[in-house]
């Protein structure tokens, strides 16, 4: 069975055979089995196919293509849009936090496209070529959104074991908490939160509508996955708040440190400050300054500034200052 593929832009193109295995799309294989096709978003090639060839609806080739999505589904007669979102392993798209996969859905035909390499699609074309995939497209969407899940548990609990091992530091005053890397689990918290709540939503949403219309999804499967997902959002708000009361925490510290620097300051001025006065009321060059003519002027003098931070101190000590 001839397929009409796009003449660049498709890093896979995979014909399921219903037993857990896949051959490429230009190999013969058993007719009318469904197909996944893996495609480069940004190629121009993809572009144009999606818009005339595909036999895709305009709306959706539209949100296909998409530069800035948010995770959501959308079910139609013909088919279902998924748009979800995954943690960011590609070293080539460092200024991402997540990026997308976009799926188009039908009984007999998968199409995924992305901008950067998703190793949850990785993982399960491996799988295919293994002879231990998916045996329908149903399936399959079902492992992918799976692997996206999976491959976010590790990364969480890498922040949640920063987070705890820095609140253990926050507890001892001498300890040196890196501020930096606390403030970017919080902000990666917060992005991850603000991609991961759509798509529970999203994934809800597609085992409501979608698990009717494309056979083969146990819902028992599909509701875990919802689960471990709502489970790592609240992962998420756990973090934020925590990463927050840290935060505050330290504030807090470091306000008590300088006011505790700014009290001992001030009690050195007030201890100083007398001083300061008779020596520089003594140091006017004027006549008729006491002791200036006697040998032991300086050592009375001496004499009497100890005693004058004694006494300053005596009424500091009974009014409970220092």
Not at 251 to 279: D, H
Not at 289 to 311: N, R, T
Request: proline residues 4%; contains cysteine.
């Amino acid at each position: 069975m001839d397929l009409d593929l796009p003449d660049s832009g498709l890093v896979f193109g995979l014909r399921l055979d219903g037993r857990g295995g896949a051959v490429p799309v230009a190999a013969d294989g058993e007719a009318g089995r469904p197909v996944w096709l893996h495609l480069e978003r940004h190629d121009p090639a993809v572009q144009r196919w999606l818009a005339a060839a595909a036999a895709v609806p305009a709306s959706v080739a539209r949100a296909l293509l998409e530069e800035d999505t948010r995770p959501r589904c959308v079910v139609r007669p013909d088919g279902v849009l998924l748009i979800l979102r995954g943690i960011n392993f590609d070293p080539s798209a460092e200024h991402e936090e997540t990026i997308a996969i976009r799926l188009w859905i039908t009984a007999g035909r998968l199409l995924t496209l992305r901008r950067y390499r998703i190793m949850a699609v990785t993982d399960q074309r491996e799988a295919l070529e293994a002879g231990e995939g998916a045996s329908t497209v149903a399936e399959l969407v079902l492992r992918i959104v799976e692997r996206l899940t999976a491959r976010m548990v590790p990364e969480i609990d890498g922040m949640e074991e920063s987070l705890v091992r820095m609140e253990v530091e926050a507890l001892d005053d001498g300890a040196a908490i890196d501020r930096d890397r606390l403030s970017a689990i919080r902000r990666r918290a917060l992005v991850l939160h603000r991609y991961l709540a759509p798509q529970r939503e999203a994934l809800a949403e597609f085992g409501r509508a979608a698990g009717e219309r494309l056979a083969g999804i146990d819902p028992l499967d599909f509701q875990e996955t919802i689960e471990r997902v709502t489970r790592l959002v609240e992962d998420l708000d756990a973090l934020r708040s925590r990463a927050a009361i840290v935060e505050d925490g330290l504030a807090l510290k470091t306000a008590e440190r300088m006011n505790r620097n700014m009290y001992w300051l001030s009690i050195v001025a007030t201890v100083f400050l007398p001083i300061g006065f008779v020596t520089g009321l003594l140091g006017v060059n004027v006549g008729g300054i006491p002791g200036a003519e006697s040998p032991w002027g300086f050592a009375g003098l001496a004499a009497l500034l100890a005693a004058l931070i004694a006494l300053e101190i005596w009424i500091m000590r009974r009014a409970r200052l220092i």
